[in-house]
């Protein structure tokens, strides 16, 4: 059997580490961890220009929906905190590491700097050290759906699958439409998890990890299919993050389109209605819902979705005999749909209308320069299975992609691989242009795209404000650790300034 050896080390090192901690856990410690960490997720605002966190990463046992489970949490809860500043704060995080592993945090789509200790996923907070997170977010960031996560190469799939993840909104413009004001604000964090009886985390050897490690317990704000109630003629303004490491969601909620007013990077210029809303690992989707049919329960629907060509299901060179039982595991989409969350509306209130216009979404200029990542997958002599940007596996010391400051470049997102990968870049969002040379319907802010096997994807990036080196990968977090992940660095060269859009 062929495995990935350094790999299986950590996996190994891993389970041993919790084994040991889980025997020291006293009956007090978690009496006291129920007490402190079983409420409703804590929400953390900014105030007078200044949030300032106190943030543990642990290894514990909590109520997930109504299990009993041993999982990573930041403060104890599922999904962490909520945080919530405004363009011009002062963000300051105090970190603790209490996982039996080093660990980071990347936050992921703000618009800040990346060196330091900013939104540096260079970082590497050993075991039981502490770190302070210190950065102010542009007076023009936009507002939006952002989220923080553990970023260490080769244990990011690892730890946000454990339940590392929580939501950082930034507070702005679009908040303040008329309309969106008016609509009632939920938030919705989806993430799966994979436990035995006893509420213990499965081992990675007992995940798919070539095609992306899935659990079959999906939660809603660590919730099984929480209720969300609004009024009826009244909207719902739902902001959705998908916080999986390798699960697709395809919503649809019963008898009620979705009306799509922001994507990963901010608003849109109007309302796009859709029927269904596929959000791949990473991505975020901010919809109105209204609630208009009548006064009842509806479902919200997790649809099938086949991310994996029927070519790598346990046949060919990714076949059981090759890479044995673990590294493939249990792979078959589901076939029925599954309920998220529930919706229900009774008492009438006057209508909320959908709102007209909201932020204009301009043009980016012509590009200075036009790359091309080819996305696959490939054996490495001596390292097995990798997944690969242009023929290369991820390299810490290499630096694969160089742009400069202030220009604007087209990237060209190619698939010649068999199964589907959402391609993610961090500090800059980008707007999609085309698929497979089709031009998108309408300009978005993005910072995760589907690429398609066979598809092609032209992305067009303004590369602003901040210099230093950081990191594209594809989002399936374990694709992203097995190597599908490269170097950018941001050079402030001499170049003329101002070719960036503003
Ligand atoms: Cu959410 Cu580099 O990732
Ligand atoms: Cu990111
Ligand atoms: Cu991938």
Not at 282 to 309: M, S, T
Not at 454 to 481: N, Q, S, W
Request: proline residues 7%; contains cysteine; glycine residues 8%.
């Amino acid at each position: 059997m062929k495995t990935i050896n350094r790999r299986k080390f950590l996996i190994l090192s891993y389970s041993s580490v919790i084994a040991t901690l889980m025997a020291q856990c006293s009956i007090a410690n978690t009496q006291e961890n129920q007490r402190k960490f079983s409420s409703y997720p804590q929400i953390n605002q900014s105030q007078y220009g200044i949030l300032e966190v106190d943030l543990t990463a642990n290894f514990n046992q909590i109520n997930l929906g109504n299990k009993q489970a041993y999982v990573l949490s930041y403060n104890g809860q599922i999904p962490g905190p909520r945080l919530e500043a405004k363009p011009g704060d002062t963000i300051r995080i105090n970190f603790t590491n209490n996982l039996p592993q080093p660990t980071n945090i990347h936050y992921h789509g703000l618009h800040i700097p990346i060196t330091g200790n900013a939104d540096n996923v260079f970082l590497n907070i050993p075991p039981g050290d502490r770190f302070t997170y210190q950065f102010q977010i542009p007076e023009n960031h936009p507002a939006g759906i952002f989220w923080y996560h553990p970023h260490l190469h080769g244990l990011v799939a690892e730890q946000l699958f454990g339940g590392l993840a929580g939501l950082f909104i930034v507070r702005g413009e679009l908040d303040e439409i008329p309309e969106v004001k008016a609509a009632s604000e939920q938030f919705l964090v989806l993430q799966d998890f994979a436990l035995d009886e006893k509420g213990n985390m499965l081992r990675s050897e007992e995940l798919s990890i070539m095609t992306g490690r899935e659990g079959n317990l999906i939660t809603a704000n660590g919730q099984f299919n929480p209720n969300f109630t609004i009024p009826a003629q009244g909207l719902l303004r739902l902001r959705i993050l998908n916080a999986s490491s390798s699960r697709f969601y395809r919503l649809s909620l019963e008898e009620h389109p979705f009306y799509l007013i922001a994507t990963d990077g901010g608003a849109l210029a109007e309302p796009v209605e859709m029927s269904e809303l596929l959000l791949t690992p990473g991505e975020r989707a901010d919809v109105l819902i209204q609630a208009n049919r009548e006064p009842g329960k509806y479902p919200l629907l997790n649809l099938p979705y086949e991310r994996v060509g029927m070519g790598m299901m346990g046949r060919g060179m990714m076949g059981r005999g090759m890479m044995g039982r673990g590294m493939m595991g249990r792979n078959i989409p589901e076939s029925q749909p599954q309920v998220l969350a529930t919706l229900s509306y009774d008492t009438q209130v006057a209508a909320v209308p959908l709102p007209k216009k909201l932020i204009p979404v301009p043009a980016l200029p012509e590009p200075q320069k036009v790359r091309r990542f080819q996305m696959n997958h490939g054996m490495i002599p001596g390292q097995g299975m990798a997944f690969l940007f242009n023929g290369q596996s991820y390299q810490p010391e290499r630096i694969d992609t160089q742009v400069q400051l202030n220009t604007v470049e087209d990237w060209e997102l190619i698939n010649t691989g068999m199964m589907d990968h959402p391609f993610h870049v961090h500090t800059n969002a980008f707007q999609v242009l085309s698929r497979d040379g089709k031009p998108e319907p309408y300009h978005a802010w993005k910072d995760v795209v589907l690429v398609r096997p066979g598809e092609t994807v032209l992305i067009r990036m303004p590369l602003r404000d901040f210099a230093g080196k950081t990191v594209y990968h594809c989002h399936i977090l374990d694709h992203e650790d097995l190597g599908m992940m490269g170097n950018l660095e941001i050079i402030a060269g001499n170049r003329e300034q101002g070719t960036g859009n503003s």
